[in-house]
């Protein structure tokens, strides 16, 4: 039986595609109504004042709309064409997100949706690995954006909570659909061949000679010796890679582990793989050969799956319903000249 664990290591190649360009112009998008939310612009016109969409009874200024479109032009302008007409769009888009993150918002509000202090803490420290909220505002990173930055996080946090629950917390996934989607897809659950090793590394030539001297004439314990010489953080675990397929490690790693076939064998101790960051010594503990994995350890993984490819259709329609019973009006003229 193979570990949900190390399943989801290996098939994370097999499963996942990265994101193309429209990808990357969709997360610009988001970051640009980001920014536009945690604007310390004010308006200084009487143009750059007036609405250039109302939701309901909300607003989103030209300046927002303006602050909004410059911060995604300054960071995604290498990927947009030089086309007027495609820059006409972009403002399209760019306002349709500015305008269903105010529904979003709107409807967070309605539904009593917020973020307790202590949970906004923890998320923080947890994206920050380990720096407080309390650590920043004390000054160590304190600048003038800061209470922006926390308010955005705060905001995108509550909409996370009403996404899981109108969106995500609604989607249902049958056994029998998981089933059928493993046996269309069985393929993809192929795993390939895959060791697990125990890992040393020693900083110095001198260290190796006398660390393999020990493990060669049988006077050194391989776990001991890891906890006393090797340098690499895997030495609080015993040296434990884990179970690793090809491509995991660095290459020079890989010719030296998948070439070892007896269980407890050590890797050469006469020519040991060289690095920057000093020698290394290998001991195999387990081998597993090409498999393909169970429905029952592959049922997590497909869930998840089936969840992400419902979740754009509920979502869309689920979004709709809302735009569908908002008063939205946009000022075309002014969204495409900057004047009336």
Same mark, same amino acid.
């Given at each position: 039986?193979?570990?949900?664990?190390?399943?989801?290591?290996?098939?994370?190649? @097999?499963?996942?595609?990265?994101?193309?360009?429209?990808?990357?112009?969709?997360?610009?998008?988001?970051?640009? =109504?980001?920014?536009?939310?945690?604007?310390? %612009?004010?308006?200084?016109?009487? =143009?750059?004042?007036?609405?250039?969409?109302?939701?309901?009874?909300?607003?989103?200024?030209?300046?927002?709309?303006?602050?909004?479109?410059?911060?995604?032009?300054? %960071?995604?302008? $290498?990927?947009?064409?030089?086309?007027?007409?495609?820059? #006409?769009?972009?403002? %399209?888009?760019?306002?349709?997100?500015?305008?269903?993150?105010?529904?979003?918002?709107?409807?967070?509000?309605?539904?009593?949706?917020?973020?307790?202090?202590? #949970?906004?803490? &923890?998320?923080?420290?947890?994206?920050?690995?380990?720096?407080?909220?309390?650590?920043?505002?004390?000054?160590?990173?304190?600048?003038?954006?800061?209470?922006?930055? #926390?308010?955005?996080?705060?905001?995108?946090?509550?909409?996370?909570?009403?996404?899981?629950?109108?969106?995500?917390? $609604?989607?249902?996934?049958?056994?029998?659909?998981? @089933? =059928?989607?493993?046996?269309?897809?069985? !393929?993809?659950?192929?795993?390939? !061949?895959?060791?697990?090793?125990?890992?040393?590394?020693?900083?110095?030539? #001198?260290?190796?000679?006398?660390?393999?001297? /020990?493990?060669?004439?049988?006077?050194?314990?391989?776990?001991?010796?890891?906890? !006393?010489?090797?340098? +690499?953080?895997?030495?609080?675990?015993?040296?434990?890679?884990?179970?690793?397929?090809?491509?995991? /490690?660095?290459?020079?790693?890989?010719?030296?582990?998948? @070439?070892?076939?007896?269980?407890?064998?050590?890797?050469?101790? +006469?020519?040991?793989?060289? +690095?920057?960051?000093?020698?290394?010594?290998?001991?195999? !503990?387990?081998?597993?050969?090409?498999?393909?994995?169970?429905?029952?350890? &592959?049922?997590?993984?497909?869930?998840?799956?089936?969840?992400? %490819?419902?979740?754009?259709?509920?979502?869309?329609?689920?979004?709709?319903?809302?735009?569908?019973?908002?008063?939205?009006?946009?000022?075309?003229?002014?969204?495409?000249?900057? =004047?009336?």
């Amino acid at each position: 039986m193979i570990s949900t664990t190390n399943a989801r290591k290996g098939m994370g190649k @097999r499963i996942y595609r990265p994101g193309d360009k429209r990808q990357r112009l969709a997360m610009g998008l988001i970051l640009a =109504v980001s920014i536009s939310l945690c604007s310390c %612009q004010k308006d200084n016109g009487d =143009v750059l004042s007036r609405p250039v969409a109302r939701i309901n009874e909300e607003e989103i200024s030209f300046a927002q709309f303006q602050t909004a479109y410059q911060a995604f032009l300054n %960071q995604y302008d $290498k990927f947009l064409p030089n086309d007027q007409a495609k820059q #006409v769009e972009l403002k %399209q888009l760019l306002l349709d997100q500015m305008i269903n993150d105010r529904l979003l918002d709107m409807e967070a509000r309605k539904r009593g949706i917020s973020i307790r202090d202590d #949970v906004l803490q &923890a998320r923080i420290q947890q994206e920050l690995t380990g720096e407080s909220l309390t650590d920043l505002e004390g000054g160590r990173y304190l600048d003038k954006a800061l209470g922006e930055w #926390v308010r955005l996080y705060k905001h995108r946090m509550m909409q996370e909570k009403l996404m899981q629950s109108e969106v995500v917390g $609604k989607i249902h996934i049958s056994e029998g659909e998981m @089933r =059928v989607y493993y046996q269309e897809n069985q !393929e993809r659950f192929d795993m390939p !061949e895959q060791v697990r090793v125990r890992h040393m590394a020693l900083e110095d030539k #001198v260290t190796f000679d006398k660390v393999s001297n /020990l493990l060669a004439t049988g006077r050194g314990d391989f776990l001991q010796l890891v906890r !006393e010489f090797s340098t +690499t953080p895997d030495r609080l675990v015993d040296g434990d890679l884990g179970f690793v397929e090809r491509g995991v /490690l660095p290459q020079e790693f890989d010719v030296v582990i998948f @070439r070892m076939r007896e269980i407890g064998a050590l890797s050469s101790l +006469t020519k040991p793989v060289q +690095t920057q960051i000093g020698y290394h010594i290998f001991k195999l !503990e387990a081998r597993r050969p090409p498999q393909r994995m169970d429905f029952n350890t &592959a049922a997590p993984l497909i869930r998840d799956i089936l969840i992400r %490819q419902k979740e754009e259709e509920v979502y869309r329609n689920w979004l709709g319903n809302l735009r569908h019973k908002a008063d939205i009006r946009i000022n075309e003229k002014l969204l495409q000249s900057g =004047v009336e």
